[in-house]
T-cell receptor, first 115, second 111 residues
Framework: ETGVTQTPRHLVMGMTNKKSLKCEQHLGHNAMYWYKQSAKKPLELMFVYSLEERVENNSVPSRFSPECPNSSHLFLHLHTLQPEDSALYLC??????????????FGPGTRLTVL | QKEVEQNSGPLSVPEGAIASLNCTYSDRGSQSFFWYRQYSGKSPELIMFIYSNGDKEDGRFTAQLNKASQYVSLLIRDSQPSDSATYLCAVNTYNTDKLIFGTGTRLQVFP
């Protein structure tokens, strides 16, 4: 595997379900990110982790719970979601944080549908 | 005012023409500017970045930055149908980890 991978690629869940999204980066990066992409809206940053420590939590509802067990893996735990949470969830990684030039590499995304 | 603004398009250009994509930003402290390309159903991929005023060229792509006027543009020369995608402008401020994205401009290159 190369780059940034995400599983599952598609997920349909009910409002009472609990599920998790997984992201893995094979680039040796120290920083990882979760973004939400909804139709007609800009990419929204949700969480930033640097060396397994959360450095940014962008006013995200508590029904989204991130976990970063090590610098290569990032999870997004989902519970009691709402239909408006349906979106493409993108994971990204970058060499580090606090860099002037901070190229972020994106995974393929998980298309989430909440019924 | 939106932090990063782009015309949503679609911008339609004939094959072989120059496509010009524009982006304005509101934070004067912004330091780095990125252009990502996103094909339908795919994730964004970086095609250019710039952080100094002026032009930066890479193959058929030229990024132009004007910090005084707070705009950044992307020119695509000799446009190809394979360039048809949504182009996302992203901006970050020095020493923060927040990339602020625009909504993207959809480019259509017709044969």
């Amino acid at each position: 595997e190369t780059g940034v991978t995400q599983t599952p690629r598609h997920l349909v869940m009910g409002m009472t379900n609990k599920k998790s999204l997984k992201c893995e980066q094979h680039l040796g990066h120290n920083a990882m990110y979760w973004y939400k992409q909804s139709a007609k809206k800009p990419l929204e940053l949700m969480f930033v982790y640097s060396l397994e420590e959360r450095v940014e939590n962008n006013s995200v509802p508590s029904r989204f719970s991130p976990e970063c067990p090590n610098s290569s893996h990032l999870f997004l735990h989902l519970h009691t979601l709402q239909p408006e949470d349906s979106a493409l969830y993108l994971c990204a990684s970058s060499q580090d944080i606090g860099l002037t030039y901070n190229e972020q590499f994106f995974g393929p995304g998980t298309r989430l549908t909440v019924l | 005012q939106k932090e990063v603004e782009q015309n949503s398009g679609p911008l339609s250009v004939p094959e072989g023409a120059i496509a010009s994509l524009n982006c304005t930003y509101s934070d004067r402290g912004s330091q780095s500017f990125f252009w990502y390309r996103q094909y339908s159903g795919k994730s964004p991929e970086l095609i250019m970045f710039i952080y100094s005023n002026g032009d930066k060229e890479d193959g058929r792509f030229t990024a132009q930055l004007n910090k005084a006027s707070q705009y950044v543009s992307l020119l695509i020369r000799d446009s190809q149908p394979s360039d048809s995608a949504t182009y996302l402008c992203a901006v970050n401020t020095y020493n923060t980890d927040k990339l602020i994205f625009g909504t993207g401009t959809r480019l259509q290159v017709f044969p």
